[in-house]
């Protein structure tokens, strides 16, 4: 009980102190509600992109005991793959918002496939080796992303055509913002609770856990525990590709955009502690709002903006000093 109000004391400072830091230099700039409104929908937006592949690493690692360094390589492909699919001439016919619709459905199932494949033709022999699977699936994120150079090259994509979701606008204290934006933030904390009640309400869940308590114990039910163990792989790395292919519209496709979410995301999964999920949902949160408060305060203060990628390791390194198992961690 007291480690729970410790935790929960923690975060609700993290969150005014961030805010209140925000709201008092951006009333102090000259700038109204509307400019610290904008500073707080950026960080819920990147805090939600952040958690799309901050989740799939968490729910791998938490369950599994893999850490897939290719997860940013699978956001890459997200990108790719929807910004393709959406600016291809041949699908011009089915109206934008159910192409832009279809172009999720599809880099989500890429991720799907090529996270079965990971899983159970180069990852299964490695099980009992950690340090092997670390090694391969940071090598496969290199390989996957010399395979988009080739087919793609160097140059970066951005998103030219519209749909309606992204051209929407609405205003809140006299300033405009996007409806996508504010779609994603919604989207991503509806997944947040579908995947929490996936893992711990329905009869999937159970099993899940079951199996990586004692897998021995499940498989003499009668189940199939690999199997279960490449769902739960393959849906990682379908969620990290769902994220690349929600940020393309706003970040287009280039070979480095998965990279900078995965440093992120490292930071996140640490931060809220190893394996824990809703530790990744909190962290991806505060991660994203310290981004956009830290470079709104560089871009007004200190003319520049480089304190911004910096932020999650900063904010990492003094959680970690508070709690060193992180935020939902335990002490092993």
Same mark, same amino acid.
């Given at each position: ?233 393959? !849906? *990682?790395?379908?969620? +990290?590709? #769902?994220? @690349? &292919?929600? /940020?393309?519209?706003? $970040? %287009?496709?280039? !070979? *480095?955009?998965?990279? +900078?979410? #995965?440093? @992120? &995301?490292? /930071?996140?999964?640490? $931060? %809220? ?60």
């Amino acid at each position: 009980m007291q480690s729970i109000r410790s935790t929960a004391f923690t975060i609700i400072g993290l969150m005014v102190g961030l805010l209140g830091f925000s709201l008092i230099t951006t009333l102090a700039a000259g700038n109204g509600l509307g400019s610290f409104a904008i500073t707080v929908l950026s960080g819920l937006f990147q805090g939600m992109l952040l958690f799309l592949v901050a989740s799939g690493f968490s729910i791998i690692f938490g369950l599994m005991d893999v850490l897939n360094l290719a997860q940013g390589a699978f956001f890459t492909v997200g990108a790719y793959v929807a910004l393709t699919f959406h600016h291809t001439d041949a699908f011009a016919g089915i109206p934008p918002d159910l192409r832009f619709l279809v172009s999720l459905l599809v880099a989500t199932i890429v991720g799907a496939v090529m996270g079965v494949f990971l899983e159970r033709v180069l990852l299964r022999p490695l099980y009992a080796r950690p340090i092997y699977q670390i090694v391969l699936t940071f090598g496969v994120g290199i390989v996957i992303g010399e395979i988009l150079k080739s087919i793609w090259g160097t140059a970066a994509y951005q998103w030219t055509r519209s749909f309606a979701l992204n051209d929407g606008r609405f205003f809140l204290f006299d300033q405009q913002f996007s409806t996508y934006r504010l779609v994603v933030i919604v989207v991503g904390f509806l997944l947040i609770l579908g995947i929490a009640l996936l893992l711990q309400r329905t009869r999937i869940g159970i099993i899940i856990r079951a199996g990586v308590e004692d897998s021995e114990m499940v498989e003499a039910l009668g189940i199939n525990v690999r199997l279960v163990f490449t769902g739960v792989f393959t !849906l *990682g790395c379908a969620i +990290a590709t #769902l994220g @690349g &292919a929600v /940020a393309a519209p706003f $970040l %287009g496709a280039n !070979l *480095g955009v998965g990279q +900078a979410f #995965l440093l @992120g &995301a490292i /930071a996140v999964v640490v $931060l %809220g502690g190893l394996g824990s999920y809703e530790g990744t949902a909190v962290g991806s949160v505060l991660v994203g709002l310290a981004i956009s408060v830290v470079a709104s305060f560089s871009a007004v203060y200190l003319n520049q903006t480089v304190w911004a990628s910096i932020t999650p390791m900063l904010l990492l390194i003094g959680v970690l000093l508070l709690k060193p198992a992180g935020l939902f961690g335990k002490e092993r």
